[in-house]
Structures are given as C-alpha cells and as structure tokens.
C-alpha cells in the first residue's frame, strides 16, 4: 500500500558507498581507522584543556568545544555507514524520510561548529588587534554567553530547517526507481528520484544551506579583513610572522569545513555526479573532524607542551 503523500515506492534500496566488491573491506579498513583518528584526536583534545589549567583561556574553551561538537557529528553517521558499507540496504519510505529529519537535526551540530568557528575568528580578532584586553574582553562569563547563545541559535535553526525540510519531502511523489546512489537518505540522491517538481525542496536546501554558510563565511571575512589589516602595520617581521601563526590553525579549519560544506550544499541535484556528493558527504562528515584534532595538536606549541606534562606526570 503507498504512503499517504501518494508515492507509489513503499522503500528504497541504499546502494552504499560503492558497487566495487574488492572496494568493501579497503574501504571499512580505511574509514575505521579515520574514524578511530577521529575519536582518540578529539577525546585527547578534550581530555588535556579539562586536564592543564594553563588551557584555560578563551582559545582553548572554544577548541574544547569545537572537539565536542567534532566528535558528536561525525558519531553520526560514520558508525552507519561501517556498519552498511558492504552490503545494500532496504529502507522503508516512513524510514528514509525520518533519516530526513533527523539528518538536518544533525545540522544542529554542523551549525554549532559554524558558531564556534565564528567566535574562534572573533577571539584572534581581540587576540592580535587588542591583546592587552584580551583576557578582559573575552572574559568566561563572556566565552559561556557565546556558547550559551550560539547553541540555542543552532537547535533552532537546525529544527526548523528540519520540519520545512521533511515537510517539502513528504509532498513528493516516487515512483519506479527506488535506488538511492548513497549510503544513507541523503538530500540530493533522493531528490533524483522524484517524479515530480523539487524546486521547492531545492529551495528550501539552498536557502538554509545559503544562510548557514554565507552569511557566517562574511562575518569570518570581516574578522580576518580587520586583523590582517592590523598585522600589515606591525614593523616587525617577527612581530608579522608571530601574528600570522596564532590564525594559521583556525584558517585551515575554516577552510576545510566551509569548503566542504560550499561543494555538498549549495549546488542544485541536478549539477555534478553522485560519486562526487559521496565524496563530498564522506570528507564532510569524517575528514574534517579527524584533521581539527590534528591541525590544533601539531601546530601548537602549548598542546605538545600539555600533552608531554600530562604524559610524564602519569604514574605506571
């Protein structure tokens, strides 16, 4: 019997991460141990700012959070995907569609880590434009209330991005294909096989996608736009260069993430192959939280010197 929006199709084949056999167990291999990077790089992270209090600063506060956040979104799906990885799925169509909503519930974790990002850009702003105030404007009780606000902000962007997300969905109708090129319900994959009109749906994507990367990429810009502009009149080479190297890491991170975001989201399901949205979607959900941990450890002095006093003061 059809589902009650007048869909023909009562479930849907997930066609996993690749129809290559011999490509299965590399693969599992592969992501397991990213995934296991992930994990340990994030859990250590947090572990060494609760554990050394010369950590204790508003940089450290957000990296403890943007840790968190990286380790609850890339659990999301990852697990899933190695749990599915070879072998294809059937999924009811009530079941696809409540990994809809649930999928841009997990928005509430990729709009927190675009908040986080945010106020990161605003504490090297403060940092390198006013470091005598630093400690004074960025105060704990100033880093709690960005925390406080951008999370709320987050869940409610995300739930309501949900419910016009799974509403639009429900109003289409399927018919004869019922193989998602995906390895869960994703958005674009399942809008392919529509057999009606999804600018609605595409709309509605674009336009949360829209507002939650372009709109926090600027603010970004202007951030780095004033503290470039103020690092251009230090005299001093060194004073240049020591300036330049407390952004370098939160640069890479903004690039990774917002990059990967921009190739996923904010292109129409008709542009571009499905391998490429895979690719996408794996880089996004699992790359970019296994290389943060890695970027903020190797590139900064004062977590090599924490982990090296956290490690000697362990007693065997």
């Known amino acids: 019997m059809a589902p009650g929006n007048g869909s023909f199709v009562t479930q849907f084949i997930l066609m996993g991460l690749t129809d290559q056999p011999d490509l299965h167990l590399p693969l599992f291999f592969l992501f397991l141990g ?121 869940y409610l962007m995300a739930f309501s991005g949900a419910m016009a997300h799974t509403g639009c969905m429900l109003r289409l109708t399927f018919c004869d294909a019922s193989n998602i090129n995906h390895y869960f319900c994703d958005i674009h994959p399942l809008l392919q096989l529509s057999s009606t009109s999804t600018f609605i749906n595409e709309l509605v994507v674009f336009f949360v996608a829209g507002i939650n990367i372009i709109v926090p990429n600027i603010a970004i810009f202007v951030f780095y736009g004033l503290i470039f502009s103020n690092i251009f009149h230090i005299s001093s080479t060194e004073g240049r260069s020591k300036a330049l190297s407390t952004c370098s890491s939160h640069i890479i991170a903004v690039s990774l993430f917002f990059g990967s975001m921009s190739f996923m989201y904010l292109k129409p399901s008709s542009a571009g192959s499905m391998d490429d949205r895979r690719i996408s979607s794996v880089f996004c959900t699992n790359v970019v939280a296994m290389m943060n941990p890695l970027i903020y450890s190797f590139r900064n002095k004062d977590v090599k010197t924490a982990l090296r006093k956290t490690v000697d003061g362990i007693q065997f």
Do not use: W
């Not at 403890?64 to 999924?91: G, Q, R």
């Open 34 to 154: 990213m995934y296991t990077v992930t994990v340990t790089g994030n859990l250590n992270l947090i572990i060494l700012i609760l554990l050394n209090s010369h950590l204790h600063t508003p940089m450290y506060f957000f990296l403890f959070n943007l840790s968190f956040i990286d380790l609850c979104y890339s659990s999301v799906f990852t697990p899933k995907m190695l749990i599915n990885l070879s072998k294809k799925n059937i999924i009811s169509y009530m079941g696809c569609m409540t990994q809809q909503f649930f999928f841009f519930l997990f928005f509430f974790f990729v709009i927190s880590e675009i908040y986080v990002l945010i106020s990161m850009a605003s504490d090297r702003y403060v940092a390198v434009c006013n470091p005598l105030l630093h400690n004074v404007v960025m105060s704990p009780k100033v880093c709690s209330r960005l925390m406080f606000g951008s999370s709320l902000g987050s």
